[in-house]
């Protein structure tokens, strides 16, 4: 599966944006998709998964209540709507879509097989 990016800029803090990741393939809805990103220095860290098959999303304490993950199979899609951005949100977004055949936990880097090459978000103070 190729994995594709858009969407990202330049807001301000307390302001919202939306972010997209268009994939190929025919079996998109047997894939396990996620968002990760990472800010220059640090780790890649994860900011959202949604499971294939019960459709239950993930998000880790540092995002919960402010972004939600949205997928539609019908159009090999998943996006990110992102509120009440703060600077520290400012970071590369990856796209990611997890192999039938991983089985490292899926908030893992290691989690998935599959990239998207990225999308900068930057949020301004």
């Known amino acids: 599966v190729q994995l594709s990016e858009s969407g990202g800029g330049l807001v301000q803090a307390g302001g919202s944006l939306r972010i997209s990741c268009a994939a190929s393939?025919?079996?998109?809805?047997?894939?396990?998709m996620a968002w990760f990103r990472q800010a220059p220095g640090k780790e890649r860290e994860l900011v959202s998964t949604?499971?294939?098959?019960?459709?239950?999303?993930y998000y880790p304490d540092s995002v919960k209540g402010r972004f939600t993950m949205s997928r539609d199979n019908a159009k090999n899609r998943v996006d990110l709507q992102m509120n009440s951005l703060q600077p520290e949100d400012t970071a590369v977004y990856y796209c990611?879509?997890?192999?039938?055949?991983?089985?490292?936990?899926?908030?893992?880097?290691?989690?998935?097989?599959?990239w998207g090459q990225g999308t900068q978000v930057t949020v301004s103070s």
């Open positions: 949604v499971n294939w098959s019960t459709g239950d999303t």
């Open positions: 990611a879509a997890r192999g039938a055949s991983n089985y490292y936990s899926t908030v893992s880097v290691r989690g998935y097989d599959y």
């Open positions: 393939g025919r079996t998109f809805s047997r894939y396990t």
